[in-house]
């Protein structure tokens, strides 16, 4: 990630000190900036500087380079103004994006714990094998508390793109697996993801 820094002003006030070079009383005025780190839109601030320039004789100073009353100055107005919302518009959207997917997680968690109480027929179940290895298990049926699971044939190593192996064959017999196992599984991480088809061939 690539982050550009910028600033942009956000006050200015005029100094009751006298200007350093022509000694003009209430002639300079400061503008404070605020720094910030852009990534399309501003991310973070980091930071803030300002300038000075006098209205009698025209000089104008970075920061950089204030003589410590304009310095004195400086540190005593920063403070004055606050940080602006909008310098944290992406670390923002990073969180509200973060926030989205953990609910969205949670609703597909409890979604998946349903299907996995009410079984049927074509249902998909994504599963983590062991560590590096992941395959598909089908529904064959479901009888009282027993699911019964064709086994895909393959398995991958990673678990995306797993769906992949969805169209590999399956083993010809199903075997029972309690739905107690099946949600214990689920909660623990095994079945990664279950998935109802809208039509069963």
């Known amino acids: 990630m690539i982050f550009k820094t910028e600033a942009k002003k956000i006050a200015r006030y005029t100094l009751t000190v006298p200007c350093a070079a022509c000694n ?37 100073e970075r920061q950089e380079f ?11 107005l920063k403070k004055i103004k606050k940080t602006p919302l909008w310098t944290f518009t992406g670390s923002a959207a990073i969180v509200v994006f973060l926030i989205g997917g953990t609910i969205a997680q949670k609703l597909d968690d409890v979604y998946d714990a349903k299907l996995i ?20 298990y089908k529904v064959d049926r479901a009888e009282g508390n027993m699911t019964y699971l064709f086994e895909n044939e393959y398995v ?3 678990a995306y793109p797993i769906d992949n192996l969805k169209d590999k064959p399956y083993t010809k017999e199903s075997y029972p697996v309690s739905t107690h ?11 990664m993801s279950v998935e109802r088809p809208l039509f069963e061939d």
């Open 156 to 158: 991958t190593d990673k």
């Open 24 to 60: 003009t009383p209430n002639s300079v005025q400061m503008d404070i900036y605020q720094r910030y780190l852009n990534v399309l839109v501003p991310f973070v601030p980091y930071g803030r500087t300002a300038t000075i320039q006098c209205s009698h004789c025209h000089i104008t």
């Open 117 to 136: 109480l009410e079984p049927q027929k074509g249902d998909l179940y994504e599963v983590k094998l062991r560590a590096n290895e992941y395959t598909v």
């Open 181 to 191: 196992s099946l949600k214990v599984m689920h909660e623990k991480g095994q079945i």
């Open 66 to 76: 204030f003589p410590p009353q304009y310095n004195a100055e400086f540190l005593r």
